[in-house]
């Protein structure tokens, strides 16, 4: 007799085994209101080490799509980086405005102990570090809390900087940045940071936010320009480094694009993967991928894991420059788009660690 409830029909395992994870632990306490899902990716070079998002999704699917996505690229940014880490995320769902409580953020540090250190968790976005001290009230397996490694921002945005002149010494030959047209979209925690360092190398820095104090300040600052939010795609450029939100580089933008190189921290920015990779590629723009170049954050939190200085975190951030001279030029070299280079590179980190 055939079963009533297939479980290859399943979506939910239908969408754990398309991506390939080891866990997924759904977390749902009626008490605090918690649920929650972590979603450990692969723990072949070491405990997975990803965020905690809170994000009032739609509905269930939508959040685990999340999770098993952005753990998977935690997967890639950490093994692209050299780090003894493997790739995890957790999503807390509902309002991070009304919802939270210490008794919930305390309940999911009892799931994530409940891990035994396999996943070691962190800020995301709609987390504060003091929800972090709740969590870390429940278990040992959380990093980036006040007083320890600090604020990853300045990490994240020098590796940033160190990509675009890698991209720069392919494209021009040189990798001085002085003169470049470079804009920055978003002008937050590291875009902030990024613009100190390229209009200290002389670049000629524009930059666009949604908030026009934001705007103000930091052109003053730095003696950047600021933009109009509608001017950004169409901007005369050499390289444009988004650092606001993922899937700016889309069938919308794409055609506007007039720049020699895509470079910045943001997540996910490209819209559909590989329709938007292979468009860049065809049309000579350079991109670094985005788990590649932001890397320094995690770099940052590693350096807590493993109790290393912040100079060290800075210094292996520096190496982001190599990582991405590597990818960019063998994708121009196979004509293969680099976002698919970078995987490749990162699934043979996996595979020698395999080995070891
Ligand atoms: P943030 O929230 O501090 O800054 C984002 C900025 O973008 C804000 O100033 C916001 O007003 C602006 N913004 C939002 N929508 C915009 C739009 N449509 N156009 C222009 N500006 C817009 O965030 P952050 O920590 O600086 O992170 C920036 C990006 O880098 C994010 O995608 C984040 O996921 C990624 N990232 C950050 C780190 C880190 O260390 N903070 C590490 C890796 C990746």
Redesign the pocket.
Known sequence: MKPEFELSNNPVIAQMSSMDHDQILFCSDNQTGLKAIIAIHDTTLGPALGGTRMWNYDNELEALNDVLRLSRGMTYKNAISDLALGGGKAVIIGDSKTMKSEALFRRFGRFVNSLAGNYITAE??GISPSDMVWVSKETDHVVGLPGKSG???P???FGTYMGIKACAKIRYGTDDLAGRKILV????????YLVEHLSKEGAEVFI????DD?VSRVAQTYGAKGIE?DS?YGLDMDIYA?????G?INDTTLPKLKCAIVA?????QLGVEDRHGKALLERGILYAP?FAI?????I?CFSEVEGLSSEWAMGKSEEIYHTIYNIVSRSEKERVPSHIIAMKMAEEKINNGLKK
Do not use: F, K, M, Y
């Open positions: 995301d976005v604020d990853p921002s990490v994240t945005a979209q978003g002008v937050g925690h590291v875009g902030e666009a936010d949604i908030h934001t939010l950004v988004p650092c606001a939100l993922g700016t910045g921290a943001a997540n996910n985005d932001n890397a320094g954050g995690v940052n």
